[in-house]
């Protein structure tokens, strides 16, 4: 695992959400595991060339898996109590390489279809960053 920068930009409706923080990424064949914290609870983002995913752990765990042109579902809670709604992920692009990840997710979510927008970029930092 190496140091890195990340940020991702959420965009729908009427809302909007940036992150820029520290994290940990591994580089992956063709895309990166990158683990992070967000207002206390473990992140884990997978970027794979086929599908990206995101797991939360905190007081209500979220998984989301997107893979392009498929409804896939997110997921709230764990096995005692979970529930969910469906993401259509009409678009997904990875650029990876050697210093870090690109990826762009854009999808329709829950049954009112909300367009959503997420660009995430994790970069590795040199010693002195």
Known sequence: ????????????????????????MEM???GASIEYFIE???CRLVLLPDFAEQTRKGI?????????QQQTSCIIGDSALRGGFKIFCTHYKLIAGAKGVDARIEYLSGDDGEKVSVKIRATALLKDD
Do not use: H, N, Y
């Open 1 to 24: 695992m190496i140091d890195c920068r990340l940020t991702i930009s959420s965009r729908g409706g009427d809302w909007k959400s940036d992150v820029c923080q520290r994290a940990r």
């Open 28 to 30: 992956l064949e063709g």
């Open 40 to 42: 206390g609870d473990g």
């Open 60 to 68: 209500v765990d979220i998984k989301m898996t997107f893979r392009p």
